[in-house]
């Protein structure tokens, strides 16, 4: 897959150019090159695409943009390079004869997300691109996405995207002022321009995070030029020397800062700007009307004699120096200690703080001792650190006079305040003051944060008698009123608000008093207030909750409390609970945390998801959360589980060998309860009801009746509409009847992560949790989705984390419970084509072996056994279709799982390698997955050439964005290879050898291989591929003699014995 | 505009809206000057002649002004004029008495002409303003022998509205240009500074020490060891940009500015507030605009 990037073209100032830069896209993909030796100009990029290429990729995203031109750049990146040795020894006159000699240094360009090689050097790559204007870039940008990982546009898109996002809040905040350029020398034009002003807090903090987040790729471009000294927009094939000399070897400094990405912006603000500004001239003198002219021209350019234009140039630098200073490392920074006990006045001392980390900071006396040199504040390089410095003082004074006392001497350090200024600093002047850009610290106590508010210090615990677990329930609290860090009573914080002066001490420390703390303090007092359990739970989710209004700056939770609360807020693991009786099998201690998990929400009635990684055994843990309600004698109505049709199967049979004491039946097929009477007869003698989704929305009226102990729903995104009729059936079949109802609810998917699913699956868990659908779009879907807005996610997160365990295969602690290979068997039912087409292939084929002879019959059982395979996969596959045509996947129980298993392991971000023993099964499944999936799925099989497998497969594992599917043909994929990459196995249909299967599962799992790798086996329940296995398993001793190497021994089945084997149970 | 007012027969000239109280000090002193002139019927002749766009150039070169006003000759007469420079020996004095106090360097550095500046310069013995209109030297390429001219009386009213497009124009005539003049004052504060930083260094080896260990920090971009940043960027928008807010009522960077401090055409007389106003009108239909555009961000 291509990938987007996006980088800046300086403006090259010639006389003749235009003098505007450019926003150059161009793409990179995978493919097969060979290293190349520096020639006299950059080489060409051997993975980029070339101009056409890249405009068809444009439009078939459909962001192609507006203003483009082909154009051509050179970029400097990365490079995997190597020392070889030339293949032909010349002679040194023959060297001097060749324009470009064999090199033994050679390289490549790495691509994002590339491992990184041993040896890495810059080089300079020339690469063809599309330069677009800078108003249409602005306009091109805004269209990108500003959240989330899109697998084919570069991270750096995003970061443009929200430089872009910046620029537009500027210009929404009007902190843009025009500016004149001087040209730079004889026959250069001088220019209006549109310039951001940096002065506020927000926007410095936000220049220097913008600056240390730039990814480097997006700056890394000179344009390509042609040897004339004009921007080339072809690749030009002109005299070497002339072009070695326009576009030298050399590379970009990998370097950021914030100048760089100041530059930026001033672009990108300037060029929208320029756009949408409509000139007036009217009442205007020819000064400022040929600089209002240029400011809404497309090049800028001031046709002004140049003492007018100096002249405008100066005076409007002196204006908006008014405003903000210039862009440095490092500012002035004031810093206010509480007077001395027993004195009056306060202490200012002035010092010098980084931009980019406040916390660096060192006194006035250092800046003043650096002289001339730099001066170091941590990694920071703060040049003329006195000048700096005094520049702030100078701005200081303009906003906060009484600064100037302290500016008498040459180097001073600090100076004091009175109480009347302290005040008024911290009141007033310290926000101006960061708002031109001088640095103000204040004591922690006054420092204008939710500390320094009045609020509450709390401290909890349960009740005696109280074993934690009912939500309302009171708890035993005490609570003292806090500000600043100090607890006070409410006759003391009478006696601070009468001394009438809006800073006071108390306990040690300076606070300030707002006009209606008293009011507030009184009122809560006087309210007498409780806390319940509930409360408890809120307060401690996330910082800064209120009671009755009143902030609560600390929360102690006695001993007994804290458990319940850590364990709620998944602060610590779960508790363990080991396999109830009657739970045949073993749990790994992750699972017995993920019961102890179910078992704990379910005493608080609080529904709970199970959201682990595919393979981690989601069925297991469930079923033995049923047991232990059994063995607990707590199971005493029947639960309820929805799936989706395709693992009804795998269900009763987990449960079958699990928890064998559980009674389970299925709701479905023709022969289900059909009414209240016969479904409440049936349910008398069972726990656990198995029904698909379809038969929910179907049977609702009828399944409303029962009092459910529990609903459970496994493949939960299948609700992730909230308005399909399934999901309602669902919502509604979970809301309490006579008695509560347990909630609970499966899927591998990351749940967190897929806000417009989180709503559904909520409401369905924990209805008013998440509040009206309505609200929650406006509150949490829109914000996060449109713009990837970070805090409305972390309070979203806060909000369910409680109720969602999700665990992955490759955390630390699960690994070390996971064996490094882990099969899964996949049961799967047959379609009603499949079974009719199975049923009459048996029939009609058995009659023939039973009459043929001896040596014919060998031949005809197996030919038998490998129809009856394909008609398990497909009908299609049998039927020699050669087409996918529609229906295509409701044809075949084994495909409508299979899709639904690799929907989650893709969504995970996994690659999986498929295994067919059927060539031509894998051309229709590969042409299946491809429309499916919208993406290339690779097919290794027979008759695939050397050459393509070796392409195939170091795609699969080199490619950054290579295939994550792969699908293989068992004999031509099952040997030799190595794909490591993949962390999923996938064996469509069987080979009924083990040791062939387990070769072909080795291809994933090597040495080498740090993921664990799930196996899944596909197994048509009733069919013969179950009966197969039964067979091999309980023989499994046996086996490796009878079987040998081969499906061989299968043929030598007698008629009966193969009767049994083949025969379709009903079920 | 002449306001004549009072017993004094006072001039003034009303710059901007707000009227002369807005004007930076340096402006109010020079008209001060002005004023103290004798000769007031010579200068409202000069004050209409300015008024009526007779003064077609003024310009800043070097140490001098030149400018162009169109007389009753056909060409327009060519009026120099000039300060006496201050020597490099007062200028060692200026700066080094300019470094006694961190507030001078630091309302230079910051754009601002300090209002007690004079009292730097009094260590030399000279002055930065004229103190009397004698000290302004002037050439006039008119027939008038009377010195100042109306020519050169124009061009004294025009220059105090020059004088607030940049300050430091004052110094230029006095031979420093700002640049030389923060350059030479940086240097003489360091000058200065190291006799201080000798003397504490002494006391306080550590310090030194501290400085050594910083040099040594000098690090590389983080990407050159480790290639892979090159492609990075994983952080989320930034809370403050997910909406995105107008200003408050009175609180762009147009409004801190107020109007361009350019000296005012008197044909044009409301020149700069039109120009004010037109930004500040534009400026709101973009940063509607600008909000539109980002409230439909990836739909």
């Not at chain 1, 090259?12 to 450019?22: F, M, Q």
């Not at chain 1, 950059?42 to 990729?57: A, I, N």
């Not at chain 1, 931009?355 to 040049?383: C, F, H, M, N, Y």
């Not at chain 2, 240009?177 to 306080?204: M, P």
């Amino acid at each position: 897959m291509s990938l987007l990037h996006a980088t800046w073209l300086p403006a090259i100032r010639t006389p003749k150019s235009s003098g505007r830069p450019a926003l150059l896209v161009w793409a990179d993909t995978w493919r097969v090159a060979n290293p190349i030796g520096p020639g006299t100009t950059p080489p060409l990029h051997p993975f980029s695409l070339d101009h056409q290429k890249l405009r068809d990729l444009l439009i078939e995203k459909d962001l192609l943009p507006d203003g483009i031109i082909d154009a051509t750049a050179c970029l400097t990146l990365p490079s995997r390079t190597a020392q070889t040795k030339a293949k032909t020894k010349l002679s040194k006159k023959e060297l001097n004869n060749q324009e470009i000699s064999e090199f033994d240094w050679t390289g490549l360009p790495l691509q994002a997300g590339e491992p990184i090689p041993k040896t890495c050097e810059w080089w300079p790559w020339q690469v063809q691109g599309l330069a677009i204007e800078p108003a249409c870039a602005t306009t091109w940008l805004s269209k990108l996405p500003l959240s989330g990982n899109h697998s084919d546009l570069g991270e750096e898109l995003r970061w443009w995207s929200h430089l872009q996002r910046w620029a537009l809040s500027l210009i929404a905040r009007g902190r843009c002022l025009p500016q004149v350029e001087l040209s730079r020398g004889e026959g250069y034009p001088h220019r209006a321009r549109w310039v951001p002003l940096l002065n506020r807090e927000d926007d410095r903090r936000r220049l220097e995070e913008f600056s240390a987040q730039l990814p480097l790729v997006a700056t890394c471009a000179l344009p390509w030029r042609e040897p004339t000294g004009k921007r080339s927009n072809r690749v030009t094939r002109l005299r070497p020397e002339a072009m070695r000399a326009a576009n030298p070897i050399a590379s970009c400094r990998p370097r950021s800062g914030r100048i760089r990405v100041a530059t930026l912006l001033e672009d990108l603000v300037d060029a929208q700007l320029r756009k949408g500004f409509q000139p007036k001239t009217d009442g205007l003198d020819p000064l400022l009307s040929a600089w209002q002219m240029a400011l809404g021209s497309d090049t800028g350019v001031i046709t002004l004699p140049d003492e007018e234009a100096e002249r405008l140039a100066t005076a409007s630098n002196h204006w908006k120096e008014s405003v903000a200073g210039n862009v440095a490392a490092a500012r002035a920074c004031l810093e206010l200690f509480t007077p001395k006990e027993g004195e009056d006045l306060w202490e200012l001392r002035f010092s010098l703080q980084a931009e980019a980390d406040p916390t660096l900071k060192v006194p006035a006396s250092i800046a003043w001792a650096s002289g001339s040199e730099i001066l170091q504040l941590g990694e920071i390089r703060v040049e003329n650190p006195g000048e700096v410095l005094l520049e702030g003082m100078g701005r200081a004074l303009t906003v906060f006079e009484p600064i100037e006392r302290g500016l008498e001497s040459a180097t001073p350090e600090g100076m004091q305040l009175t109480p009347a200024e302290a005040f008024v600093l911290v009141r007033t002047a310290s926000r101006k003051l960061r708002d031109i850009g001088v640095g103000v610290e204040l004591p922690a106590s006054l420092s204008g944060g939710l500390a320094s508010r009045l609020g509450l210090s709390i401290k909890a615990e349960l009740l005696e008698t109280s074993r934690g677990f009912t939500l309302g329930e009171n708890l035993n609290w005490q609570w003292e009123l806090m500000i600043g860090g100090v607890t006070l009573t409410l006759r003391e914080l009478e006696h601070l608000a009468n001394k009438r002066s809006p800073l006071v001490r108390h306990k040690g420390a300076w606070i300030e008093l707002r006009p209606n703390d008293l009011k507030n303090a009184e009122k809560f007092c006087s309210s007498n207030p409780n806390i319940s359990l509930d409360d408890a739970l809120r307060l401690t989710a996330t910082e800064g909750n209120t009671l009755m209004r009143l902030p609560v700056h600390s929360f102690e939770a006695g001993p007994r409390l804290q458990g319940v609360l850590e364990q709620y807020h998944q602060q610590k693991a779960p508790d363990r609970l080991s396999a109830p009786e009657g739970f045949i099998g073993q749990l790994r201690p992750y699972q017995e945390r993920g019961l102890g998990w179910l078992a704990f929400l379910n005493r608080f009635n609080q529904g709970a998801c199970l959201a682990d990684d595919m393979g981690l055994g989601k069925t297991i843990q469930l079923l033995a959360f049923l047991q232990h309600l059994k063995a607990e004698q707590e199971l005493k109505r029947p639960v309820l589980l929805i799936a989706p049709t395709s693992v009804l199967t795998n269900w009763k049979r987990e449960a079958e060998s699990f928890t064998p004491y559980l009674k389970v039946l299925e709701h479905y097929g023709p022969k289900r309860a059909a009414n209240e009477e016969s479904l409440k007869n049936t349910l008398k003698t069972t726990d656990l009801l198995l029904t698909s989704y379809g038969l929910i929305q179907r049977d609702i009226d009828l399944l409303t009746i029962i009092d459910w102990q529990g609903i459970v729903i496994d493949e939960a995104q299948a609700i992730k509409n909230p308005n399909a009729k399934q999901s309602q059936a669902t919502r509604e079949i979970a809301r309490p009847g006579k008695t509560n109802r347990f909630r609970i609810a499966l899927t591998g998917t990351p749940v967190e992560n897929r806000v417009s699913e989180l709503w559904a699956l909520m409401d369905f868990l924990n209805p008013r949790v998440l509040g009206e659908e309505d609200f929650f779009k406006q509150r949490y879907q829109l914000p996060i989705e449109r713009y990837g807005d970070i805090s409305s996610f972390k309070d979203l997160k806060a909000c369910v984390s409680p109720f969602i365990l999700r665990r992955l295969k490759t955390d630390k602690a699960i690994i070390s419970d996971l064996p490094e290979k882990v099969e899964l068997i996949e049961w799967v039912g047959l379609s009603t084509e499949q079974k009719s087409l199975y049923s009459k292939t048996v029939d009609d084929t058995l009659d023939a072996i039973s009459k043929a002879s001896r040596g014919q019959r060998h031949g005809k059982i197996l030919g038998l056994l490998t129809k009856l395979k394909q008609i398990c996969n497909h009908p299609a596959l049998a039927l020699k279709e050669e087409f996918v045509e529609t229906n295509f996947k409701e044809r075949s129980g084994k495909l409508e799982r299979l899709e639904e298993i690799l929907e989650e392991v893709i969504s995970a971000g996994d690659r999986v390698l498929l295994f067919t023993q059927f060539a031509e099964w894998g051309h229709l499944l590969q042409a299946y997955l491809q429309k499916r999936w919208r993406c290339e799925v690779p097919f290794l099989h027979g008759s695939t050439s050397k050459a393509e497998r070796q392409l195939m497969v170091d795609r699969f594992q080199e490619d950054p964005r290579g295939p994550q599917i792969f699908l293989l043909s068992l004999k031509a994929g099952g040997v030799g290879l190595n794909l490591t990459r993949a962390s999923h196995v996938f064996h469509i249909d069987r080979w009924w050898n083990p040791a062939v299967e387990n070769q072909a599962t080795d291809r994933a799992y090597r040495i080498g291989q740090t993921n664990r790798v799930m196996v899944h086996k596909f197994i048509s329940s009733s069919s013969v591929e179950e009966k197969i296995d039964q067979m091999i398993r309980k023989k499994s001793k046996l086996a490796e003699d009878i079987i040998g190497s081969g499906e061989d021994w299968l043929g030598n089945l007698g008629v009966n014995q193969l009767r049994e084997l083949v025969t379709l149970e009903d079920t | 505009m002449i306001n004549t007012s009072g017993s004094n027969n006072e001039i003034t000239t009303a710059l901007g809206k707000q009227g002369l109280s807005e004007q930076p000090w340096w402006v109010e002193q020079w008209m001060e000057l002005i004023n103290s002139y004798r000769f007031k019927k010579r200068l409202e002749r000069a004050w209409t002649y300015a008024r009526e766009g007779n003064v077609t150039s003024i310009r800043f070169e070097g140490r001098r002004v030149h400018a162009r006003v169109q007389g009753t000759d056909e060409d327009p007469y060519k009026v120099k004029l000039w300060l006496d420079v201050l020597n490099d020996e007062d200028w060692e004095y200026v700066l080094e008495a300019l470094t006694q106090k961190a507030k001078w360097s630091a309302q230079l550095l910051a754009g601002i002409m300090p209002s007690d500046i004079e009292r730097a310069f009094a260590a030399s013995g000279r002055r930065l303003f004229p103190f009397k209109l004698q000290e302004v030297k002037s050439e006039c390429s008119c027939p008038d022998k009377a010195n100042p001219c109306k020519h050169i009386s124009a061009i004294y009213f025009l220059m105090g509205d020059r004088f607030s497009e940049d300050p430091f124009v004052l110094f230029q005539l006095r031979g420093r240009t700002r640049s030389k003049l923060l350059k030479d004052l940086a240097e003489q504060r360091r000058k200065v500074l190291s006799k201080i930083v000798k003397e504490k260094q002494e006391n306080n080896k550590e310090n030194n020490e501290q400085k050594k260990n910083y040099k040594s920090l000098i690090k590389s971009h983080p990407a050159v060891s480790d290639p892979s940043l090159w492609w990075k960027y994983s952080a989320n928008l930034n809370a403050e940009l997910v909406v995105i807010t107008p200003a408050m009522e009175g609180d762009t960077a147009l409004d801190s500015a107020g109007e361009i401090p350019l000296a005012e055409e008197p044909k044009f007389p409301d020149a700069r507030h039109i120009f004010w106003k037109h930004i500040e009108e534009q400026g709101q239909v973009l940063a509607q605009r600008a909000m539109l555009q980002a409230m439909s961000a990836g739909e």
